[in-house]
């Protein structure tokens, strides 16, 4: 007997997308006959077994399909109050899948040594014409020099921060070859680069982060947290310093070259009339993006009122039935309150309204109030892509409710 693994995904696979193990075995003329698939963590501990029959056109081969095993391993990762490189642990998963057969009367199943090496989730879902063109070695660290190494992102513009803002980078840490470093380049106004080499920070873990997903501070003020003690070149408070019009960031090699591609944050102003919203929301590689609603916005509660409608009156005395004007009739026994906000967004580029489409289909959205990262959802059904050639000026309202009700008392 003995089993042939034709064909597996790539070492690192997004979690949503198929996930197909092609395999054979010699032993399919027997009665009863499937292949076997055993899913195992790291600690080869069986997360599932799932068995098929073989393929009627093809007989000997038999495709498993585990996504939807695995992806229940992965989730979101996000720690609002971090302050140096950390790990993303929910974010990727390995794991090996052991295949064998069974067959006979009773069926029987059989194995030997028919397993795939350590293999990734991310917790990444992608359009099927963008599965089509998905390349894990496009997110690793380039061994040849060049500066290309993708950031676990979809969008690749420049973001906009306010000096206030805490935002986050998310980077796979290759097995082999992890990142030690993380940079930041700041300049002014005029572009000018306020620090000629930039100002580097440690990122304080090797080996067991190796295969993992990292995520590292990114806005202005998560940044200038980062304590001295993790900082290789500048000044705790100072990396992003007051003079800084827009910076970029960037992720180095144990070696100390740089291997990623450079994403660019820019500084602006928080509009000073309306309360600004910033809106966290979980983007379609895994990464947790910010956006800064801080032009008009509109608060408002929707009541649901559970009612119940009883007769009039009662027995006053023992001898006579009437009624106070203070009776109620209709009564409400139950009271929900669900509050409601309509945000806008300033004037936009075609790239920025393509970014915040990621925002309006995203299963997990926030709204941090300073404090806390509270759960909301957006309740828009549709988006419109717009383009400057149709539209000169554009922006974007979205409708977002609080995932939680205000229950009121009941009676």
Known sequence: ???????????????????????????YPSGNYKLIAKVKNLA???????????????????????????????????????????????????????????????PTEHYGSWETGTQYIINTALSPKEFLGWDYTDFLQNLSGTWDGRFLCKYRGSRKVFRTSKAFLYAINDASHYYSS?????????????????????????????????????????????PQSQIISGTSGQLIPASAAYYDIYLNRYTGAVT??????????????????PIYFLGQYGNVELWNFD????????????????ALGGLITETHYGYTASDRQE???????????TLNTDNLTEAELAFLKELVQSPQVWHYDGTNLIPVIVTDSQYEEKQKANDKVFNLTINISYASTTELQRY
Request: some cysteine; charged content about 15%.
């Open 182 to 226: 993380v940079t930041y380049m700041p300049y002014d106004s005029a572009g000018n680069a306020i620090s000629l080499f930039g100002y580097t920070v440690s990122i304080p873990f090797t080996g067991d982060a190796a295969g993992q997903v990292i995520y590292i501070p990114a806005g202005v003020a998560n940044i200038n947290a980062i």
């Open 331 to 341: 009564t409400q026994y139950n009271t929900e309150v669900q509050d409601t906000v």
């Open 260 to 277: 990623s591609e450079w994403l660019r944050f820019t500084i602006v102003d928080a509009g000073c009339k309306y309360t600004n919203y």
């Open 1 to 27: 007997m003995s089993v042939t693994i034709i064909e597996v995904p790539s070492q690192y696979t997004p979690a949503y997308n198929q996930q197909a193990y092609v395999v054979s075995g010699t032993n």
């Open 44 to 106: 080869s501990t069986v997360l599932a077994k799932l068995k098929v029959p073989t393929n009627p056109t093809y007989p000997k081969v038999g495709v498993f399909d585990i996504h939807r095993v695995v992806e229940n391993y992965v989730s979101h990762t996000i720690d609002i109050g971090i302050d140096r490189p950390t790990i993303a642990t929910n974010n990727i998963f390995g794991f090996t899948v052991e295949f064998g057969e069974e067959y006979g009367t009773p």
């Open 295 to 310: 032009k008009r916005s509109d608060k408002r509660s929707t009541i649901k009122r559970d009612m119940y409608k009883s």
